[in-house]
């Protein structure tokens, strides 16, 4: 099978036999990795149809989002993405008055931004799951092209590339893409890796995000350790590097990370 991102062939990496609960939504899941820029990905819920893998996803965050159990991994750092884009915004790095949340779940970052920072809810478009007390939900057919598009723990469930060239496309000519998802310079080949899940489909490689970048033009990035976010730029590098110096002063501490000329590739390791 072909990898997604550069076309290259792909060959067997892994594979991930699933227990408890998880073994009732998915029994076994292969991983191929490609042999080009690393992206590693699972044909097994790539197969998956689109009315499966909606399934999959409502019943697995069903069970992940319950307060009432223990976690299975880490959550968005939603706390600390809310704090990064005001932080973004008052410094003139992005535009929040023209956002949206591209698959934005139960709307988390909505609340918290009206709750914390006093921030109108932005557009949110999420096909699987909804709440619409935390925000106003978009149709498909409603997307069209915003200054800022923000996705949290996304990039690791897309399944083709149709729905990666979805997201790119509701970025404006001028726009920014803030990326949440784990990215780092080679995937373990380790079936027990704390990203595997039931629905964790595609992990990115500093490689496949760099080639990424290119395809879609952007020229610059930045990146929040805290938030574990990528800020993707379409402008120019400007005073931009400027602005995040006298940032990181201010703050006493290396808040952003940035690359004038491609992708911050910020995790080498674990």
């Known amino acids: 099978m072909r990898c997604?991102?550069?076309?290259?062939e792909s060959e067997f990496f892994f594979k991930k036999e699933f227990e408890g609960i998880f073994k009732e939504m998915i029994s076994s899941s292969e991983y191929h990795k490609c042999n080009n820029c690393g992206f590693t990905f699972s044909p097994t819920i790539f197969s998956l149809?689109?009315?499966?893998?909606?399934?999959?996803?409502?019943e697995f965050h069903k069970w992940?989002?319950?307060?009432?159990?223990?976690?299975?991994?880490?959550?968005?750092?939603?706390i600390e993405q809310a704090t990064m884009l005001?932080?973004?915004?008052?410094?003139?790095?992005i535009d929040l008055n023209n956002c949206l949340d591209f698959a934005g779940g139960y709307g988390t970052l909505n609340k918290l931004m009206k709750k914390y920072f006093h921030k109108e809810p932005f557009l949110i478009y999420d096909p699987y799951m909804q709440?619409?007390?935390n925000g106003k939900y978009l149709e498909k057919d409603q997307l069209k092209k915003y200054n800022t598009v923000f996705n949290s723990a996304i990039f690791e469930h897309v399944t083709n590339r149709k729905t990666l060239e979805e997201i790119n496309s509701c970025v404006s000519d001028i726009g920014t893409l803030v990326i949440h998802t784990?990215?780092?310079?080679?995937?373990?080949?380790?079936?027990?890796?704390f990203y595997i899940n039931p629905v964790h489909c595609a992990f990115h490689t500093n490689k496949s995000m760099e080639i990424l970048m290119e395809q879609w033009n952007y020229k610059w990035s930045a990146y929040c350790p805290s938030a574990k976010s990528w800020i993707l730029f379409k402008n120019e590098f400007n005073n931009e590097g400027i602005i995040i110096d006298e940032l990181n002063k201010e703050l006493q501490t290396k808040y952003l990370y940035y690359n004038f000329h491609g992708f911050v590739d910020y995790w080498k390791g674990f």
């Open 49 to 58: 149809n689109e009315k499966e893998f909606s399934k999959l996803n409502i």
């Open 4 to 8: 997604i991102i550069c076309n290259s």
């Open 182 to 193: 784990v990215v780092c310079e080679n995937i373990p080949n380790d079936s027990n890796w």
């Open 131 to 133: 709440d619409l007390s």
């Open 86 to 93: 005001t932080v973004l915004e008052k410094n003139k790095l």
């Open 64 to 78: 992940a989002e319950n307060p009432m159990i223990e976690r299975y991994g880490n959550q968005p750092p939603y």
